[in-house]
């Protein structure tokens, strides 16, 4: 158990130092290569630097939870129902590296191994790996595959870092690193400049939210009067009720952000300019899963402020039917998969502030296997089709016959249809949620009825627009553009033929295949059997309304169920619109006026003394003609008039 730890430090660093190596090791291509094409021995070294470190990474991930679990006390559980309270959690295993003094509280350099940390860990090497594969085929004709790569793999390890970390710092490390390596991957393409926007949005927005989450480590560390996260939970019963309230609400600040929660989500639909494996990195196992997996760590906290467990029911109950309905009315296939997961993380903060961090993590597992299968078999989709547009899809179950059965078994789970993993950890949530609209959890009761009724809601719409995509893809007639040869330029899906996608594309997308259906009875003594047969018969109303609408015109889009609120939808609800309004505008306008004051005030003063000068100076350059006679002139009209003063006065 001891060396647990240093295994923890072995899979952070791997996956950094295929980075490293993917950045420096593929820099000299081959002689003679024109410009602009792809070197394949670049592209077979960059692969390797990228997938075997993260498989190294993610077997030592599996064997550290393999140890740990194994050697848990007997009698100990990994679950409790909701009724019996909460869980006491198995001790963590720390090491300390190094602890660097600052002259007030100390930051500990060292790694932590708990249950959530050996859980998450997993997920995170997992789904890695598989993107890692995946994009060897995605991205096969992409001249700027390694460094692709490369961010891929600085990413996995950002994250290991912020799962594994013992100190909030360290965590904070992590944290950043990882907001570095989204703007770099979802602008990948950055000469489209819709591209380029999209990477800086997701940048800026996410930063907003980092200075509050920053201040609230800052707020726990000085009263704790550490950094280290052992401590900090071992003093939370010590901190004052406003301390917890104000650490807390900062955190969920950066929550938000990292999370794309309610008022910080708009980032995320955005970031699906990034290419598809990217889109399944962040939404599965990396970037959104961090704020959930922060609010769990320092779950004690939270329990302390109730003010802070009502803020995040409000915000959960908002997002997750927001966004789901919002989902309803896209177009776009990967667009509907990214509110789809601001929906899914919504309800995994409605469990958190319902009482129940079991029930959170159980469904940010579940969803990570879900999620990322949904977002491969997109790209596999999008790979065919050459269009992330479902209305250039349709009647692809005929030729994706690999696809179209993973992709299938994703959204059952996305919906919450037994046996596949989503209805257990889903239910789970709801159950929670259901706890605590009966008062057994620290909220207020309007906070907590309110979140039941959109989580119900919530059910129905995330039903109807999973069964909406899933038929729109694949069932109907063909609407997919076969183009003829040559291929469009990397940068764009290159197969518009409607076929399956490559091996190394598919085999990820079977492997997920399988904890997307059986993931979910590991924790199904989390289900409540009342509560999940209502949410079943609930989603089942959703696809049903849908199916209904979809046979009646197979060729129209079922979206128009929605009625006047399918435009309000499609734009979701307007807020990036209301955003522009009352942040950008204003600031393109200060920003305008600071170039102007710039522009006629600073340089204006500064050319205008410029100027000044030189016309004092023509003034003074006239009298300096270089001819003598003058100047001689000009001496004895001096003294004649001195001459005639001396006179006249004297």
């Given amino acids: 158990m001891s060396a647990l730890p240093g295994l923890a430090a072995v899979a952070v660093a791997l996956p950094f130092l295929g980075a490293v190596a993917g950045l420096l090791g593929t820099r000299l291509p081959r002689r003679g290569r024109p410009p602009g094409t792809v070197d394949r021995a670049v592209y077979r070294r960059a692969a390797w630097f990228a997938v075997a470190p993260t498989a190294l990474a993610t077997v030592l991930a599996v064997w550290v939870l393999v140890t740990y679990l194994g050697d848990l006390p007997s009698g100990f559980t990994t679950y409790v129902p909701m009724h019996e309270g909460p869980r006491q959690p198995a001790g963590a295993i720390e090491s300390t590296l190094s602890v660097v003094g600052t002259g007030a509280v100390p930051i500990t350099i060292g790694l932590r191994v708990d249950e959530l940390a050996a859980v998450i860990a997993v997920l995170v090497g997992c789904v890695a790996l598989a993107v890692q594969i995946y994009s060897t085929g995605y991205m096969r004709d992409e001249r700027r595959y390694p460094s692709y790569s490369a961010f891929i793999s600085l990413f996995t390890s950002a994250m290991l870092l912020v799962v594994y970390a013992a100190d909030l710092l360290v965590l904070y490390v992590g944290w950043e690193v990882m907001g570095l390596c989204s703007y770099l991957l979802i602008g990948h393409w950055w000469e489209d400049r819709a591209n380029s926007r999209a990477a800086v949005k997701a940048f ?57 929660q309610v008022p910080l989500h708009t980032w995320l639909p955005d970031a699906m300019a990034g290419p598809t494996p990217i889109s399944a990195l962040i939404h599965a196992a990396t970037m959104v899963a961090a704020g959930i997996f922060v609010v769990a760590r320092l779950y004690p906290a939270f329990l302390g402020a109730r003010p802070s467990l009502d803020l995040l029911a409000v915000m959960a109950a908002l997002g997750m039917l927001g966004a789901a309905l919002a989902a309803l009315a896209q177009d776009d296939l990967k667009r509907v998969l990214a509110y789809s997961t601001i929906s899914q993380l919504a309800y995994m903060a409605g469990a958190l502030a319902a009482g129940s961090d079991q029930a959170a993590i159980f469904h940010l597992v579940t969803h990570g296997a879900f999620k990322a299968l949904l977002f491969l078999c997109a790209g596999a989709v999008i790979h065919a089709v050459g269009s992330n547009l479902m209305s250039d899809m349709g009647g692809l179950r005929r030729s994706m016959t690999v696809t179209f059965p993973a992709m299938t078994i994703g959204f059952a789970a996305l919906m919450g249809l037994p046996p596949a993993s989503g209805f257990f950890s889903k239910d789970a949530v709801l159950a929670a949620i259901e706890h605590a609209a009966t008062g057994a959890a620290p909220l207020t009761d309007a906070a907590a009825w309110l979140l039941y009724a959109c989580a119900l809601v919530t059910v129905a719409v995330t039903g109807a627009y999973a069964t909406r995509a899933w038929l729109r893809t694949f069932f109907g007639a ?71 609408s979809w046979r ?9 169920v929605l009625g006047p609120l399918r435009t309000p939808c499609e734009r979701a609800f307007y807020v990036d619109a209301v955003y522009h309004r009352l942040f950008v505008a204003p600031v393109l306008w200060l920003a305008r006026a600071v170039a102007r004051a710039d522009d006629t005030v600073v340089d204006g003063a500064v050319q205008g003394s410029g100027r000044l000068a030189v016309g004092v100076s023509g003034l003074l350059r006239r009298g300096q003609t270089g001819n003598a006679q003058l100047y001689l002139t000009g001496v004895l009209a001096g003294v004649l008039i001195i001459v005639i003063g001396a006179v006249v006065l004297g």
């Fill in 204 to 260: 800026l927005v996410t930063r907003v939210g980092d200075v509050g989450f920053l201040f609230g480590l800052f707020t726990l560390g000085l009263a704790a009067g550490s950094f280290r996260v052992s401590t900090v939970l071992d003093r939370v019963p010590h901190m004052s009720t406003g301390t917890l309230v104000a650490a807390t609400l900062l955190l969920l600040l950066g929550v938000a952000g990292k999370s794309a």
């Fill in 478 to 548: 063909s609407r997919v553009r076969h183009v003829p040869l040559p291929e469009p330029e990397p940068g764009v899906a290159h197969v518009w033929d409607g076929r399956e996608a490559p091996a190394s594309m598919l085999w990820p997308i079977g492997v997920l295949v399988v904890p997307a259906l059986l993931l979910g009875f590991a924790g199904a003594g989390l289900v409540e059997w009342s509560s999940a047969v209502i949410s079943l018969l609930v989603a089942l109303l959703g696809a049903g309304v849908v199916y209904a």
């Fill in 552 to 560: 009646a015109d197979p060729a129209a889009d079922p979206a128009r």
